[in-house]
């Protein structure tokens, strides 16, 4: 079925070093891809997107990559902060805007 | 208003009990959606709607849950004969008509406790 995943449930990472979430998708018919993190209480916030027709996209301090041959996605963070400290959600939009959401990541910023 | 709000941000009911949570979407944002959240969980999608009409409804669990959205704006959950499996975050998030470019922004959430 469709479906949108995380390799890793839990990444800890020394501050100041780059962190790399990742993500698989499972249905190729999606066309847009999106990063969001979530703070405890909260809900999900934009991070950045990415179109199908792309396989990078940067943002401030992020990079998303798009690798559509093994449907995999991955957001990079550099120099990470501990404002950082979140669980970080990739999710997927089907040609019908149906928005489906992976499971999670939980990044932890080791001082 | 200047983002999504969500009511009651809290609810604890009894098993059984009929629940309605609300969504005040973004001003002029077409597109609504609903997602339940439990913890250490991904959002799970409910439903979706473009303007007034469910545009897909393929998440609701049963048919003890129902959304509308009546004029195009706010929208309400309902939740009927309450059971503890439905304890979650509610989300509601709303986006411009953006096809194939469809950020969501999303409320706080409404925490739903069945007791």
């Known amino acids: 079925g469709e479906s949108v995943g995380l390799h890793l449930p839990t990444l800890s990472v020394q501050e100041g070093d780059n962190s790399i979430i990742n993500c698989a998708y499972s249905?190729?018919?999606?066309?847009?891809f999106i990063w969001y993190k979530q703070e405890s209480g909260k809900g999900p916030q934009f991070i950045i997107d990415i179109r199908s027709n792309m396989d990078k996209r940067q943002g401030q301090r992020v990079t998303v990559l798009l690798n559509k041959t093994v449907k995999h996605l991955s957001l990079q963070i550099a120099a990470t902060q501990p404002g950082d400290s979140a669980v970080y959600f990739c999710?997927?939009?089907?040609?019908?805007?149906?928005?489906?959401f992976g499971k999670g990541t939980r990044l932890h910023i080791l001082p | 208003g200047a983002g999504v709000s969500q009511t009651p941000s809290n609810k604890v009911t009894e098993k059984g009990k009929y629940v309605e949570l609300r969504c005040d979407p973004i001003s002029g944002h077409t597109a609504l959606y609903w997602y339940r959240q439990s913890l250490g969980q991904g959002p799970e999608f409910l439903i979706y709607?473009?303007?007034?009409?469910?545009?897909?409804d393929s998440g609701l669990p049963n048919d003890r849950f129902f959304a509308v959205r009546p004029e195009g704006s706010v929208s309400t959950l309902k939740i009927q004969r309450t059971e503890r499996g439905d304890s979650a975050v509610y989300l509601c998030?709303?986006?411009?008509?953006?096809?194939?470019?469809?950020?969501?922004?999303f409320g706080a959430g409404s925490r739903l406790t069945v007791l």
């Open positions: 709607f473009q303007g007034t009409g469910a545009a897909d």
């Open positions: 998030a709303s986006s411009t008509t953006g096809r194939g470019a469809n950020v969501l922004t």
């Open positions: 999710a997927e939009n089907h040609r019908d805007d149906k928005i489906i």
């Open positions: 249905n190729s018919a999606s066309d847009y």
